[in-house]
Antibody, heavy 119, light 110 residues
Framework: QITLKESGPMVVKSTQTLTLTCTLS??????????VAWIRQPPGKALEWLAL???????RYTPSLKSRITITRDTSKNQVVLTMTNMDPVDTATYYC???????????WGQGTTVTVSS | QSVLTQPPSASGTPGQRVTISCSGS????????VHWYQQLPGTAPKLLIQ???QRPSGVPDRFSGSKSGTSASLAISGLRSEDEADYYC???????????FGGGTKVAVL
């Protein structure tokens, strides 16, 4: 069974750096064709794709946040880490990670982790 | 402002058919598969339709998807109370070099 689980701080202060971890189970990011994406959803708003890392370490970032976010992987721990610098209250959202199988979409999602940015 | 355009809401009575549209461009829907996600209240999104019209295992056949040119649609037939949720369309976008999402459509069962 494939699962993903997000973890990280529930609250961060403005200007701080957020680090979120996505722990994978039932699949490996070393498997050809596989990727992991991060998506966020502000309260009452739509989904927003943030970043994507592939099995071959190819990385993609949403242009509007590219200067602030970094996605990395730790294959030994089967984890994907998202780092976002200079946090602002507008970054308050639920952050999800999901398995990316490209032509098949984001086919398994984590439960999400809620992050509140305090000013 | 979402890359893909969806109506904010849709509704129907139990048993009715509801259709949700999703409009994009040649850089997304026009060149790539469309996927649909269902988000029940307070839960994470779940893949509902993949590759324009394919249902993942476990998704009832009441849900169907289609695509034509730069637009796509999701249909829910035999509407049920448990279908009350937000529905999002998504497609790969060349401009983002990543996933584009619609603004979401809230479906109410009257």
């Amino acid at each position: 069974q494939i699962t993903l689980k997000e973890s990280g701080p529930m609250v961060v202060k403005s200007t701080q750096t957020l680090t979120l971890t996505c722990t994978l189970s039932g699949f490996s990011l070393s498997t050809s064709g596989v990727g992991v994406a991060w998506i966020r959803q502000p309260p009452g708003k739509a989904l927003e794709w943030l970043a994507l890392i592939y099995w071959n370490d190819d990385k993609r970032y949403t242009p509007s946040l590219k200067s602030r976010i970094t996605i990395t992987r730790d294959t030994s721990k089967n984890q994907v880490v998202l780092t976002m610098t200079n946090m602002d209250p507008v970054d308050t959202a639920t952050y999800y990670c999901a398995q990316n199988r490209q032509v098949y979409g984001l086919d398994v999602w984590g439960q999400g982790t809620t992050v509140t940015v305090s000013s | 402002q979402s890359v893909l355009t969806q109506p904010p809401s849709a509704s129907g009575t139990p048993g009715q058919r509801v259709t949700i549209s999703c409009s994009g461009s040649n850089s997304n829907i026009g060149g790539y598969y469309v996927h649909w996600y269902q988000q029940l209240p307070g839960t994470a999104p779940k893949l509902l339709i993949q590759r324009n019209n394919q249902r993942p295992s476990g998704v009832p056949d009441r849900f169907s998807g289609s695509k034509s040119g730069t637009s796509a649609s999701l249909a829910i037939s035999g509407l049920r109370s448990e279908d009350e949720a937000d529905y999002y369309c998504s497609a790969w976008d060349d401009g983002l070099s990543g996933w584009a999402f619609g603004g979401g459509t809230k479906v109410a069962v009257l």
